[in-house]
C-alpha cells in the first residue's frame, strides 16, 4: 500500500511569484489537509478538502488555495509569495474527514 | 478555538530512562487525541491515538490515556532509547465547527537520548 506522496521535495521562488504544490493520498482516503510548518514550530492548518469540497479552513489569507481531484490527489497554490510563506508543507489523507490523518513527507518551500 | 499546551523542551535523557512529555489542551466538542512524532528533515508519523475518555493509546512502549477531567494527554515511555530522538506533537482533532476534523498543534517538544 502506497503511503502520501508529495511533489516538489524542495522549491525555491522569489517574493511575488506563485508555486503549486502536489500531494497524492494514500490508497482508500477521499479526505487530504494541508498545514503549513514554520522552523521551530508546529504545523497550522491550512485547509482540507473532503471529496473535491473545500471542508474547512484554517486562517490563512485567500491567496492560498487548493483543489481536489476525482482520485483524491490535491493541490495547494499559493499566489504572490511572501517571504513569511517559507516553510514545509505538510499534506495528510485520512479516510473520510473525521478519520486519523497520514502525513506525507512535505514540500519545503524557501521564498527569497 | 482548540489550543495545545505541551512541556517545554527540549528534554535531554539518558538511554533507558523514564520519559515524560505533559500535553493539555483546550478543544470544543470531544476530541480525539494523538501524539505524532517527526524526525528530523521528515514528515510526521502518527505514533498514538485515544478516542474517548480513559482510553490508552499505546505504540513502541509508549503510552498516553486520554483524561477528560483534566484535559490532558501526557506521552510516556518506560525506557527510551536513542532512536526515539525525535520531535513529539501532541494534538487533539477537532469534533464539530467549520474546521471539523481540523488537527491543532502546539510548538512541539524536542527530546535528545544520550547513549
Known amino acids: 500500500e502506497t503511503g502520501v506522496t508529495q511533489s516538489p521535495t524542495h522549491l525555491i521562488k522569489t517574493r511575488g511569484q506563485q508555486v503549486t504544490l502536489r500531494c497524492s493520498s494514500q490508497?482508500?482516503?477521499?479526505?487530504v489537509s494541508w498545514y503549513q510548518q514554520a522552523l521551530g514550530q508546529g504545523p497550522q492548518f491550512i485547509f482540507q478538502?473532503?471529496?473535491?469540497?473545500?471542508?474547512g479552513r484554517g486562517n490563512f489569507p485567500p491567496r492560498f488555495s487548493g483543489l481536489q481531484f476525482p482520485n483524491y490527489s490535491s493541490e495547494l497554490n499559493v499566489n504572490a509569495l511572501e517571504l513569511d510563506d517559507s516553510a514545509l508543507y505538510l499534506c495528510a489523507s485520512s479516510f473520510t474527514h473525521s478519520d486519523t490523518q497520514y502525513f506525507g513527507p512535505g514540500t519545503r518551500l524557501t521564498v527569497l | 478555538g482548540d489550543s495545545v499546551t505541551q512541556m517545554e523542551g527540549p528534554v535531554t535523557l539518558s538511554e533507558e530512562a523514564f520519559l515524560t512529555i505533559n500535553c493539555t489542551y483546550t478543544?470544543?466538542?470531544?476530541?480525539?487525541l494523538f501524539w505524532y512524532v517527526q524526525y528530523p528533515g521528515e514528515g510526521l508519523q502518527l505514533l498514538l491515538k485515544a478516542t474517548k475518555a480513559d482510553d490508552k493509546g499505546s505504540n513502541k512502549g509508549f503510552e498516553a490515556t486520554y483524561r477528560k477531567e483534566t484535559t490532558s494527554f501526557h506521552l510516556e515511555k518506560g525506557s527510551v532509547q536513542v532512536s526515539d530522538s525525535a520531535v513529539y506533537f501532541c494534538?487533539?482533532?477537532?469534533?464539530?465547527?467549520?474546521?471539523?476534523?481540523?488537527?491543532?498543534f502546539g510548538q512541539g517538544t524536542i527530546l535528545t537520548v544520550h547513549p
Open positions: 494534538a487533539p482533532r477537532n469534533a464539530g465547527g467549520t474546521s471539523y476534523g481540523k488537527l491543532t
Open positions: 478543544a470544543t466538542g470531544y476530541p480525539s
Open positions: 490508497s482508500g482516503h477521499n479526505t
Open positions: 478538502y473532503y471529496r473535491e469540497e473545500e471542508n
